[in-house]
């Protein structure tokens, strides 16, 4: 009739695996970067390894890693990267492996070794991703007083927007810029 007319049809995705490898030259995110690894999925990955590999410090030239993972397609063409469902990081000699599983009919699962042990912890190792410790509990010189002082707490660096997260379920009692303390973020826990 002389008329443009649109509609919106959504595909039906099916989850197809993917396997992936690499071996670390420099940084891990360079790494999965030339392994054409989804960003998403090497997030999770260092999410998984978070309490057992510390990716700023403790990588080292050669270690490497494996990955399977779920590519979400819609008529054979991927359109995004799913769940980490099985993953081996090698680092330092020591091969760490984790993999996914959810009972059936269960709303949640969780990553687990190869000796049957979940991998969450009850600490963090540190508790903002990608962000680098700047001072910790130490007798440092007072940037204003100019004098040694006992610093009694632990500074970290991260870019703005970068998430926070805690131990468990908590309350955010204040989020701001606080005394002489900077950007601060205090939790309450039950």
């Known amino acids: 009739e002389g008329r443009l007319a649109t509609r919106i049809e959504t595909g039906q995705l099916t989850a197809a695996p993917r396997l992936a490898g690499g071996v670390i030259r420099s940084t891990f995110f360079a790494a999965t970067d030339a392994a054409d690894i989804p960003d998403n999925v090497s997030a999770q990955m260092a999410d998984i390894f978070q309490n057992d590999v510390d990716f700023r410090r403790s990588l080292r030239k050669g270690d490497r890693f494996a990955v399977v993972y779920e590519s979400l397609e819609a008529d ?3 359109m995004r990267a799913g769940r980490v469902l099985s993953v ?3 680092n330092a000699g020591k091969a760490r492996q984790a993999v996914w599983f959810q009972e059936s009919g269960a709303t949640k699962g969780q990553y687990y070794g190869l000796d049957g042990q979940s991998l969450r912890r009850a600490y ?3 508790p903002m991703e990608f962000s680098r410790m ?6 440092r010189l ?3 007083h100019k004098t040694w002082r006992a610093h009694l707490g632990t500074d970290f660096a991260a870019p703005m927007g970068t998430a926070v997260r805690t131990v468990g379920d908590g ?4 989020a701001g810029v606080q005394n002489g303390y900077g950007n601060v973020v205090i939790l309450r826990h039950g």
Request: aromatic share 14%.
């Open 171 to 174: 309350v955010v009692d204040f």
């Open 76 to 78: 054979g063409e991927p």
């Open 88 to 90: 081996e990081f090698v």
């Open 142 to 144: 007072h940037p204003i």
């Open 124 to 126: 963090l190792a540190s």
């Open 134 to 139: 700047t001072s910790g509990f130490a007798m």
